[in-house]
């Protein structure tokens, strides 16, 4: 079964840094268009950056110029590297993606990313 699994979330302080991974279990998905999301308690679920397949990012604009998105395709895992974090970054982040000939979009469980201030 195809599944994707978020790791390296924790605790930092605000202004930190802390990269989390998505590794998939399938390369075709990992090369395709990937995303990140993110939901904070009582909200919703937003995007926060996207890798393209041919390796174009683009960023939340509240994320931009601290966070990069970036594949490894031999490792098959996406990274969310994010600097001078703040504490409303706090939340469970989600990697998202599809498979090239299909529409159902594929989500990790999460990983807690929570930033003190």
């Known amino acids: 079964q195809v599944q994707l699994v978020e790791s390296g979330g924790g605790l930092v302080q605000a202004g930190g840094s802390l990269r989390i991974s998505c590794q998939a279990s399938?390369?075709?998905?990992?090369?395709?268009?990937m995303k990140w999301f993110r939901q904070a308690p009582g909200g919703e679920r937003d995007g926060v950056a996207t890798?393209?397949?041919?390796?174009?990012?683009c960023y939340a604009d509240d994320v931009k110029g601290r966070f990069t998105i970036s594949r490894d395709g031999a490792k098959s895992t996406i990274y969310l590297q994010m600097n001078n974090l703040k504490p409303e970054a706090t939340a469970v982040y989600y990697c998202?993606?599809?498979?090239?000939?299909?529409?159902?979009?594929?989500w990790g469980r999460g990983t807690q990313v929570t930033v003190s201030s």
């Open positions: 399938s390369d075709a998905l990992v090369r395709n268009v």
């Open positions: 998202n993606g599809r498979l090239p000939w299909n529409t159902r979009d594929i």
């Open positions: 890798i393209s397949a041919g390796g174009t990012a």
